[in-house]
Nanobody, 125 residues
Framework: QMQLAESGGGLVQPGGSLRLSCAASGRTIRNRVMGWFRQAPGKEREFVAAINYRDDTTYYSDSVKGRFTISKDNAKNTVYLQMSSLEPEDTAVYFC??????????????????WGQGTQVTVSS
């Protein structure tokens, strides 16, 4: 079974940057689609970004496109989310997630098998 542990969240001012990390253990991230989701208070969990295993192609929600970048290091079994030009609307708990082996990229929460506990990101002055 795969375990995922997010880190790097915190309080940042509008316009600032943060880099989230997701360290995987128990299974390799190689050959899996990896994703980031977020959940704000009172709202449903929503897709943020995902990275494909075949060719490292990436996909982003419209709300973060151009500001966030997802990447991964297979050797470190870690996925990253670089967040720039942060806005108060980005405030949420951010979750890392993994699909089962050899699945296609997806933006649906239901398609991801493994989840981390989440890390809080607060954007406020």
């Amino acid at each position: 079974q795969m375990q995922l542990a997010e880190s790097g969240g915190g309080l940042v001012q509008p316009g600032g940057s943060l880099r989230l990390s997701c360290a995987a253990s128990g299974r390799t991230i190689r050959n899996r689609v990896m994703g980031w989701f977020r959940q704000a208070p009172g709202k449903e969990r929503e897709f943020v970004a995902a990275i494909n295993y075949r060719d490292d192609t990436t996909y982003y929600s419209d709300s973060v496109k151009g500001r966030f970048t997802i990447s991964k290091d297979n050797a470190k079994n870690t996925v990253y989310l670089q967040m720039s030009s942060l806005e108060p609307e980005d405030t949420a708990v951010y979750f890392c997630a993994a699909r089962t082996l050899y699945q296609v990229l997806s933006t649906s929460v239901r398609d991801y098998e493994s989840w981390g506990q989440g890390t809080q990101v607060t954007v406020s002055s």
